[in-house]
């Protein structure tokens, strides 16, 4: 019986195997997109070096040419057990969707973006990708860096390059919060 891609569900997937390692997918031949059952990614994930990721690799832009797949936006069914596919929100510079199998674990990639998530360091740790933990420090950053970016378009970027520098400065002084304090006075005179 062969499996069908959970986006067009028409196409059947080819066996392949990924370079990363030699981790077994299975390929849709018209959208390009990856399978990975639960079971692969598992045992290929135990023989990769652990590590611990974080939001903020999302800020390093990586540079590539990367158009997210049409089928992106598209909900998927599971090509294993039929169930709906999660999706979690990658904020790259170009935001796309991972999606995962709640029921089964199988995880599914639209084009290109299994290597986006290799090049932010972010293949090796999918599952974490879809905590609720995750996906609020991802939510927070993001706040931050429109803050940053605001302040940057009001400021200026010499101006906003000094107060990021005070802030640093301001965080790491056991007194830090006295001069934070202080600029706060000066403002509401």
Known sequence: MSVLCP??????LNSGSLLTGDLPTQCCPDCEGLWITAE?????????????????????????HFKPSPYDAKAALCPACNHYLARAKVNWSRPFFVERCPNCGGIWCDRGEWQILERLGLHRTIPVLFTQEWQAQVRRHETAEQEKQATID????????QIFALAE????????????AYLMRRFEQ
């Open 7 to 12: 986006k067009d569900r028409k196409t059947s």
């Open 40 to 64: 692969d990614y598992e045992a290929w994930q135990e023989q990769q070096t652990p590590i611990e990721p974080s939001p903020a690799q999302l800020a390093d832009r990586v540079e590539v």
């Open 154 to 161: 009001k400021l200026g970027p010499e101006v906003a390059a």
């Open 169 to 180: 400065v301001l965080e790491d002084h056991p007194n830090g919060d006295f001069g934070v």
